[in-house]
């Protein structure tokens, strides 16, 4: 509102929403994986939490809030599928799990892997 005078004289009310922290990220996050009968491992978690947590200390006005954990659920169940394509016959509850290691690579890369950026295009 505030890069188009013309716009933000149009809204003359406006509501405040107050940024999540970590801890309620990581309750929206696990919500999410419950709600799609997805367990996740106790020390992914705790991963998650952690950087939740860091987000949150280092926040601007374009922290994502609610949508941050959503967008970091789906690309961990991106991860997850990578993996599983790669076993031959996954079982149920290869199905219904999301580890670590599938945390540990999404958190890789939001934190700018081994390149220290975030990578741009394909």
Do not use: C, W
Not at 25 to 46: M, P, T
Not at 84 to 96: K, Q, R
Request: proline share 1%; glycine share 8%.
């Amino acid at each position: 509102l505030k890069s188009n005078s013309g716009v933000q004289s149009r809204f003359t009310r406006q509501f405040a929403f107050a940024d999540y922290k970590g801890e309620e990220l990581l309750n929206i996050f696990s919500y999410i994986a419950q709600k799609q009968n997805y367990k996740v491992e106790e020390d992914g978690l705790a991963l998650v939490k952690t950087h939740f947590e860091a987000l949150y200390e280092k926040r601007d006005r374009t922290f994502g809030n609610g949508r941050l954990a959503r967008n970091i659920f789906e690309k961990v169940e991106q991860a997850q599928s990578i993996r599983l394509a790669e076993l031959t016959n996954p079982s149920a509850e290869d199905l219904s799990t999301l580890l670590r290691s599938d945390i540990e690579e999404v958190l890789k890369k939001e934190q700018g892997g081994a390149s220290g950026g975030r990578k741009i295009g394909f």
